[in-house]
């Protein structure tokens, strides 16, 4: 069966106010942390600042064991349907990206087309 999806504006909605569900997201996965947060070694609001957002890099950077992320599938409710933007102070370089311009990508075609043609 294929996995729940969610949108980024229905994580945001779960975010503990007005007695709704705690959810986050690590690596595009969305949890549902909310009966954890008790539990949380670290503390109840080390997840409580990331309800209803990414949590992904304060995941990593915890140093968690791999006991915390079998914790975690427990909590797995599903996926983002969209691609999550990283936040600028979450990226790890500040390079923009570059996309390519209409006529940039037919050239890119077109070269790639030449290079399987010859
Ligand atoms: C939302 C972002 C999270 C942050 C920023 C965070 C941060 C931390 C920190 C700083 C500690 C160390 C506490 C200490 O040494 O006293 C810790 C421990 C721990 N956390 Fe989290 N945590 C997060 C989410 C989670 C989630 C969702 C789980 C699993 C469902 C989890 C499982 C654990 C476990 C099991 C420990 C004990 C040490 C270990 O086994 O790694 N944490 N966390």
Redesign the pocket.
Known sequence: MLEQTYTLAQVAANNGSEGSRVW?I?KGVV?D?TD?IDK????GE??T??AGKD?TK??N?????????A??K??RIGIVAEKVPVPAENRYSNQSQISLTPSAKSEKRRRIKFLFCV
Not at 40 to 43: E, I
Not at 61 to 69: E, K, M, P, V
Request: proline share 3%; glycine share 10%; charged share 15%.
């Open positions: 986050i690590i949890y942390v954890f949380h070694p670290g503390g080390l997840i600042e990331y949590a304060a995941f950077q915890a140093g968690h064991s791999s006991d915390a992320s914790d975690l427990k909590y």
